[in-house]
């Protein structure tokens, strides 16, 4: 089966988009993959009178997705290293997140179409309480077909509108030259009824588990039984239940270790009937039947050494602590990015990112915690405003102010690289108790 054939090259048109995007992991790109050609399978059964495909039709099918979708992030984590420090793609997210805290509703890859995002903006716009920060004065989107667009590196044509129509030009305006002080190309003939055209390189970076990816099969790799402990009240996250029961030592290694849940625990079981228990503490993984501590980016050689009956290394990994910090969040926008219930490790850039891509949507949050559990979290409230604090259990409160991003980033970033919260290095902090 090729990827020419319609189905298939249909599914993975939409999922090459998700790699180039940035949206998503390997396994949530391959999954949904999965579930469009299914559907496209069975849709063009029915449509042609043909009995719906049997299981192992839609196996077959399946089978060569994976390997492609490897491919093209294997084929993207590559190119991004020779990237600019900042891509058009990130510049864009930066100036829509200094739009919302201009007061101009800011949405990017929202809803399905034109019509869609207005009516869904002009609800949201209603839901804001303007008593506080700027008054909303309009609205500024892209909707999923233009991301797909911009992926292909066609460009990227925005939407706007207005709270009082008299100011849509204004509006417009206003929305360009944000995008260019961004350092983006911007054409727009000031007609309030046309879009603006953005010039975009189509590149957006992934970070840590979002750019992992198994590569391929290697003939005669070691494989294991591999069971997950969740001790949280969540449900175990999909990248990680995807690779339960029987799975090489190559898929595991670079899919699922490193990034780890918080307290989560991998039982692994080798042909040979030994049994480990791993862990992750904090930046290393350490087995608890010898306490050895091994590294998160190179666990894949001793691993599949002990598979086939070796040694362990006799040292254990290094450990800094520093340059990364556990994180949750949850984005409160259907369309946005998603939520991580339960804290898994993030490296700076990635925490960083997550502070911009977070969508401007009341009660959106994040939470970022280092090593030693000092927390820094923020919250998206209505206004647009952004509120960040840091809580104290023993006290039974915490201690906050409204920052702007680029703050809430610099307090992210000291967090993770000096493992101190700085909050108050910004001015006078308001004290909330529980």
């Excluded at 849940?261 to 049994?275: H, Q």
Aim: aromatic share 6%; glycine share 8%.
């Amino acid at each position: 089966m090729t990827e020419d054939w319609e189905p298939l090259a249909t599914a993975l048109n939409g999922a090459t988009a998700n790699v180039v995007y940035g949206k998503g992991g390997f396994v949530e790109i391959y999954r949904t993959a999965c579930e469009d050609l299914v559907d496209l399978l069975r849709s063009d059964a029915d449509r042609e009178g043909r009995e719906r495909p049997g299981e192992s039709d839609l196996t077959a099918a399946l089978t060569p997705l994976a390997s492609a979708i490897d491919d093209a992030m294997a084929q993207h984590v590559h190119q991004q290293r020779r990237w600019p420090a900042r891509t058009d793609g990130e510049r864009l997210t930066r100036a829509f997140r200094a739009l919302d805290e201009s007061g101009i509703v800011a949405r990017e890859d929202f809803t399905c179409c034109g019509n869609c995002a207005r009516d869904a903006l002009r609800s949201e716009i209603a839901a804001h309480d303007t008593d506080e920060g700027h008054a909303i004065r309009g609205y500024v989107y892209y909707h999923a077909q233009e991301a797909t667009r911009a992926t292909e590196g066609r460009g990227l044509h925005l939407g706007f509108g207005a709270v009082h129509e008299i100011r849509r030009a204004a509006v417009g305006e206003e929305i360009a030259e944000t995008l260019r002080a961004h350092g983006l190309t911007v054409a727009w003939n000031g007609d309030p009824d046309t879009t603006l055209a953005v010039t975009l390189d189509g590149r957006w970076r992934r970070w840590g588990r979002g750019a992992a990816h198994p590569g391929p099969a290697v003939e005669g790799e070691p494989s294991v039984e591999a069971a997950f402990t969740n001790p949280s009240a969540y449900a175990t996250p999909v990248w990680v239940s995807h690779y339960e029961g029987r799975v090489t030592v190559r898929e595991l290694a670079r899919m699922v270790l490193p990034w780890l849940p918080e307290n989560f625990a991998a039982t692994i079981t080798s042909d040979r009937g030994d049994t480990i228990r791993i862990e992750r503490d904090f930046d290393v993984l350490r087995v608890r039947e010898t306490g050895l501590a091994l590294s998160r980016e190179r666990v894949e050689e001793p691993l599949s050494r002990w598979a086939v009956g070796g040694v362990w290394p006799e040292e254990d990994a290094v450990s800094d602590r520093i340059g990364m910090v556990e994180a949750s969040y949850q984005d409160t926008s259907a369309d946005g990015i998603g939520a991580v219930d339960v804290p898994e490790p993030m490296e700076t850039a990635a925490a960083r990112a997550l502070v911009h891509r977070l969508t401007a949507a009341p009660d959106s949050f994040a939470v970022f915690v280092a090593h030693d559990g000092s927390c820094v979290q923020m919250m998206w409230h209505a206004g647009p405003r952004l509120w960040m604090e840091t809580p104290d259990l023993k006290e039974s409160l915490s201690r906050g102010r409204h920052v702007s991003v680029s703050e809430a980033e610099e307090m992210v970033r000291i967090l993770a690289e000096e493992g101190r919260v700085a909050l108050d290095e910004l001015g006078e902090l308001t004290v909330i108790t529980w």
